[in-house]
């Protein structure tokens, strides 16, 4: 299974972002995404419908290609102990 191409705008080329939404997800997700061994620096992004606070669990710059199925596997890990709708991986094109 590929990871759906979801370019982010403001992603740089090469940049793959796993993100979580603490907008949408709110029923203990920090304490999750530390359960998972996840260490997260909080963001903040300006979207037209409002602030959204972001959790960036992983933020790596590739100059070189990457596997689509690159942190498809930590996608899918936080995605089965969060909101679904608030786990992102974003990648620059």
């Keep these: 299974m590929a990871v759906l191409e979801c370019v ?3 992603a740089k080329f090469g940049q793959i972002i796993l993100v979580v939404d603490l907008t949408v997800a709110v029923d203990r997700t920090l304490a999750k995404i530390q359960d998972l061994g996840d260490h997260s620096e909080i963001r903040q992004i300006n979207y037209p419908s409002g602030v959204h606070v972001l959790a960036i669990l992983k933020d790596s710059q590739h ?3 990457v596997e689509d199925d690159y942190l498809l596997e930590d ?7 969060i909101n679904p709708d608030a786990v992102h ?5």
């Design 8 to 10: 982010k705008p403001g």
């Design 63 to 65: 100059s070189e290609v």
């Design 75 to 81: 996608w899918l890990q936080v995605r089965s102990q």
């Design 89 to 93: 991986l974003w990648r620059g094109k």
